[in-house]
């Protein structure tokens, strides 16, 4: 190599991402690219995201400061404590875990050539993801769907992503909101701000089951609390006040709010519990396709394709 030549210039894949996903700590977390209500001072984050946070923050935080005290001087179990803050550390860690982990992201073409992991990636796959050695996509979709993928490989349910120019493995697809596609793709929810694929599935799970064991234990507890007579404002020296009322009203209604959303996620539980038995992602119900080959939940996670912190020559970005 010619010491006087200057060295490409290489830096992280996170720094060039043009997904919709955006990337945290030094590319060590990733988040999806919901795009609806967006707030610019929280980062982006969207409207439904926030209303999730909201959902389990405030109910949290009202059943330990006021429900939680009275709740212990009418002897209630000394397990009610510890289940609650149990319990809220496994949603609020649930939750973190499926907003911020890779779902299962396949990178796209530009990327894999610049990292140079085209070989590795189809160690790991068991293909190659790019499609024949020495063709490269013509920009038809129709034309590339015919000579990128085999008849072995289309046959098996490979298909061709036009906008990622992969060849993605059965059952992945291409998320519009996050402008990737993903392993073992079931649906992008705004609610995580994040898509919901094969490595955080069961991130998902877990998040709605512990979620609805949380609401279980602080919805009703604040319901009686505020629902009652005028003893809790007495204990907060508002009693017969104006204020006490639209307090203890607000609450209420604050309350009746999150048990509706709550009786929502009981049902959105139960219907990914018949999904989990019957091996299917929602993708593949809504659209009435079979194409199950693994356990949704049980399954493995598989490889993790996308590594933020490779380096990449920025000349063939450019």
């Given at each position: 190599?010619?010491?006087?030549?200057?060295?490409?210039?290489?830096?992280?894949?996170?720094?060039?991402?043009?997904?919709?996903?955006?990337?945290?700590?030094?590319?060590?977390?990733?988040?999806?690219g919901e795009g609806e209500c967006p707030i610019a001072c929280l980062g982006g984050l969207s409207c439904a995201s926030l209303a999730t946070w909201i959902c389990i923050l405030l109910p949290s935080a009202l059943f330990f400061t006021v429900a939680l005290p009275r709740l212990q001087r009418q002897n209630?179990?000394?397990?009610?404590?510890?289940?609650?803050?149990?319990?809220?550390?496994?949603?609020?860690?649930?939750?973190?875990?499926?907003?911020?982990?890779?779902?299962?992201?396949?990178?796209?073409?530009?990327?894999?050539?610049a990292t140079g992991s085209r070989t590795h990636l189809a160690e790991l796959?068991?293909?190659?993801?790019?499609?024949?050695?020495?063709?490269?996509?013509?920009g038809d979709p129709c034309l590339d769907a015919a000579s990128m993928v085999s008849e072995q490989l289309r046959a098996e349910g490979y298909r061709w992503c036009h906008t990622c120019?992969?060849?993605?493995?059965?059952?992945?697809?291409?998320?519009?909101?996050?402008?990737?596609?993903?392993?073992?793709?079931?649906?992008?929810?705004?609610?995580?701000?994040?898509?919901?694929?094969?490595?955080?599935?069961?991130?998902?799970?877990?998040?709605?089951?512990?979620?609805?064991?949380?609401?279980?234990?602080?919805?009703?507890?604040?319901?009686?609390?505020?629902?009652g007579s005028e003893s809790e404002d007495e204990d907060s020296g508002t009693a017969g006040t104006s204020q006490g009322s639209w307090y203890r009203w607000a609450v209420l209604l604050g309350c009746v709010a999150v048990v509706v959303a709550a009786l929502m996620l009981v049902m959105l539980w139960l219907y990914h519990l018949w999904l989990v038995?019957?091996?299917?992602?929602?993708?593949?119900?809504?659209?009435?396709?079979?194409?199950q080959s693994e356990p949704t939940?049980?399954?493995?996670?598989?490889?993790?394709?996308?590594?933020?912190?490779?380096f990449v020559d920025e000349d063939s970005l450019a």
């Amino acid at each position: 190599m010619d010491p006087m030549r200057p060295r490409p210039a290489r830096s992280r894949l996170y720094q060039h991402w043009r997904g919709k996903s955006r990337f945290y700590c030094a590319g060590r977390c990733i988040t999806g690219g919901e795009g609806e209500c967006p707030i610019a001072c929280l980062g982006g984050l969207s409207c439904a995201s926030l209303a999730t946070w909201i959902c389990i923050l405030l109910p949290s935080a009202l059943f330990f400061t006021v429900a939680l005290p009275r709740l212990q001087r009418q002897n209630v179990s000394p397990l009610l404590l510890p289940s609650f803050l149990l319990l809220f550390s496994a949603t609020v860690a649930s939750l973190l875990a499926t907003c911020c982990s890779d779902p299962g992201i396949i990178p796209p073409r530009r990327f894999v050539l610049a990292t140079g992991s085209r070989t590795h990636l189809a160690e790991l796959l068991g293909y190659d993801l790019l499609g024949p050695r020495g063709q490269e996509p013509c920009g038809d979709p129709c034309l590339d769907a015919a000579s990128m993928v085999s008849e072995q490989l289309r046959a098996e349910g490979y298909r061709w992503c036009h906008t990622c120019q992969i060849v993605r493995p059965p059952r992945a697809s291409h998320c519009k909101d996050c402008d990737h596609c993903v392993l073992r793709y079931d649906h992008h929810c705004p609610f995580v701000n994040n898509c919901v694929g094969q490595r955080n599935y069961h991130f998902f799970i877990i998040f709605t089951t512990v979620a609805i064991f949380l609401a279980i234990i602080v919805l009703p507890a604040i319901l009686w609390t505020f629902s009652g007579s005028e003893s809790e404002d007495e204990d907060s020296g508002t009693a017969g006040t104006s204020q006490g009322s639209w307090y203890r009203w607000a609450v209420l209604l604050g309350c009746v709010a999150v048990v509706v959303a709550a009786l929502m996620l009981v049902m959105l539980w139960l219907y990914h519990l018949w999904l989990v038995f019957q091996g299917k992602t929602t993708k593949e119900h809504r659209r009435r396709l079979d194409l199950q080959s693994e356990p949704t939940l049980l399954g493995t996670r598989g490889p993790r394709l996308l590594r933020p912190l490779d380096f990449v020559d920025e000349d063939s970005l450019a």
